[in-house]
């Protein structure tokens, strides 16, 4: 594909940001996008300064291409009350043999030691979720010279990135796995078709379209729809470069990834998934669950159980409504799969 669109001044050679993906990408599935293509990325909320610029140096050392460091800027609340939540986690702890292990690493907020990070990296783009950190930091990132990408939700979060100057909104639909990104009033999800083409008609920056897109077809829409490029996530965890566990890497590509929905179990704030075990007997939400981001850590001793049995029953399976039509190949080619399945579909009429 000839026009990279927005992503063409980090030098991409393709419109697709490969997603971060939490606990699934890294530095060999950014390095199979970057090869492609496509602007690479790494999910830095679950890791500390040192390892964010290890990942960094490792990608660099590897390809030449545009990188992106994504963060989280949720608030982070007081440690609660979890004894609810124990308390319904309780038979599973007897049924599994489980005990209460280490305290898992939190998501953690963007903050000065991770802006630090940035200044010394200096990546392309520093992409966030849950909003933007406050100004004073989010100076800082645009003075070591990324690019900032914010996600929006809805419209009204959209104008609220651009406000503070964003340099391209990617628009995340409902069809999208994960997390989803809401941080102004609540979660409200809307088609990534309408959102797209709500955002691109309010103007003002570059819209990068994410949401249950697996192939050239979906890329090819979205830039029909007036976005710059995609950001393409689920289609990227069957490559043999992503960290997702065995059993949740078997599902992926069958007719048991359609049966996904929105949960808080996971972590407590809503996230897109495949249902489970846990999904199916409490229910995707539940009262009981502790706010974001502590839900995990009381499922961290089940989950290393049934993983090491081959089993999915207490794992977050996050997957876009795409995930039944994933195909499993290297990142390198199927980022320039993907490119060439969209632009063979320029221009063509749906």
């Given at each position: 594909?000839?026009?990279?669109?927005?992503?063409?001044?980090?030098?991409?050679?393709?419109?697709?940001?490969?997603?971060?993906?939490?606990?699934?990408?890294?530095?060999?599935?950014?390095?199979?996008?970057?090869?492609?293509?496509?602007?690479?990325?790494?999910?830095?909320?679950?890791?500390?300064?040192?390892?964010?610029?290890?990942?960094?140096?490792?990608?660099?050392?590897a390809v030449c291409g545009p990188l992106n460091l994504n963060f989280f800027c949720h608030a982070l609340p007081d440690p609660p009350d979890e004894s609810a939540w124990h308390a319904l986690l309780a038979p599973y702890y007897e049924r599994e043999g489980a005990v209460p292990g280490a305290p898992a690493p939190l998501r953690r907020p963007f903050d000065d030691a991770m802006c630090a990070a940035v200044e010394s990296i200096r990546p392309d783009v520093v992409s966030f979720h849950f909003g933007l950190p406050d100004i004073a930091l989010l100076d800082r990132v645009r003075a070591s010279g990324a690019a900032v990408f914010g996600n929006a939700t809805t419209v009204a979060e959209a104008r609220w990135l651009v406000e503070r100057g964003v340099d391209a909104v990617i628009a995340q639909g409902e069809e999208a796995g994960g997390h989803a990104g809401w941080f102004l009033d609540r979660h409200a999800p809307v088609p990534l078709a309408a959102l797209v083409r709500d955002i691109v008609a309010a103007g003002q920056a570059p819209v990068i379209a994410a949401g249950g897109i697996v192939d050239g077809a979906g890329i090819a829409e979205a830039l029909r729809l007036g976005a710059s490029a995609a950001q393409v996530g689920t289609a990227y965890l069957a490559a043999p470069e992503s960290m997702i566990a065995a059993a949740y890497r078997a599902l992926l590509g069958t007719a048991a990834a359609r049966d996904a929905a929105f949960t808080t179990l996971f972590s407590g704030r809503e996230a897109r998934g495949i249902r489970n075990r846990l999904m199916r007997e409490l229910g995707p939400i539940r009262a009981e669950v502790p706010a974001f981001p502590y839900a995990s850590a009381a499922l961290a001793p089940l989950r290393a159980l049934a993983e090491a049995d081959g089993r999915s029953d207490y794992s977050p399976l996050w997957a876009g409504s795409g995930a039944a039509r994933v195909r499993s190949m290297h990142a390198e080619e199927l980022t320039r799969t993907l490119a060439a399945e969209a632009d063979a579909l320029a221009g063509v009429t749906p």
């Amino acid at each position: 594909m000839s026009d990279a669109g927005v992503l063409a001044r980090f030098g991409a050679t393709v419109p697709i940001v490969q997603a971060p993906m939490a606990g699934a990408g890294g530095v060999a599935l950014a390095i199979g996008a970057i090869r492609g293509g496509a602007l690479g990325s790494l999910p830095c909320a679950m890791h500390d300064r040192a390892q964010v610029a290890a990942q960094a140096a490792e990608v660099r050392a590897a390809v030449c291409g545009p990188l992106n460091l994504n963060f989280f800027c949720h608030a982070l609340p007081d440690p609660p009350d979890e004894s609810a939540w124990h308390a319904l986690l309780a038979p599973y702890y007897e049924r599994e043999g489980a005990v209460p292990g280490a305290p898992a690493p939190l998501r953690r907020p963007f903050d000065d030691a991770m802006c630090a990070a940035v200044e010394s990296i200096r990546p392309d783009v520093v992409s966030f979720h849950f909003g933007l950190p406050d100004i004073a930091l989010l100076d800082r990132v645009r003075a070591s010279g990324a690019a900032v990408f914010g996600n929006a939700t809805t419209v009204a979060e959209a104008r609220w990135l651009v406000e503070r100057g964003v340099d391209a909104v990617i628009a995340q639909g409902e069809e999208a796995g994960g997390h989803a990104g809401w941080f102004l009033d609540r979660h409200a999800p809307v088609p990534l078709a309408a959102l797209v083409r709500d955002i691109v008609a309010a103007g003002q920056a570059p819209v990068i379209a994410a949401g249950g897109i697996v192939d050239g077809a979906g890329i090819a829409e979205a830039l029909r729809l007036g976005a710059s490029a995609a950001q393409v996530g689920t289609a990227y965890l069957a490559a043999p470069e992503s960290m997702i566990a065995a059993a949740y890497r078997a599902l992926l590509g069958t007719a048991a990834a359609r049966d996904a929905a929105f949960t808080t179990l996971f972590s407590g704030r809503e996230a897109r998934g495949i249902r489970n075990r846990l999904m199916r007997e409490l229910g995707p939400i539940r009262a009981e669950v502790p706010a974001f981001p502590y839900a995990s850590a009381a499922l961290a001793p089940l989950r290393a159980l049934a993983e090491a049995d081959g089993r999915s029953d207490y794992s977050p399976l996050w997957a876009g409504s795409g995930a039944a039509r994933v195909r499993s190949m290297h990142a390198e080619e199927l980022t320039r799969t993907l490119a060439a399945e969209a632009d063979a579909l320029a221009g063509v009429t749906p």
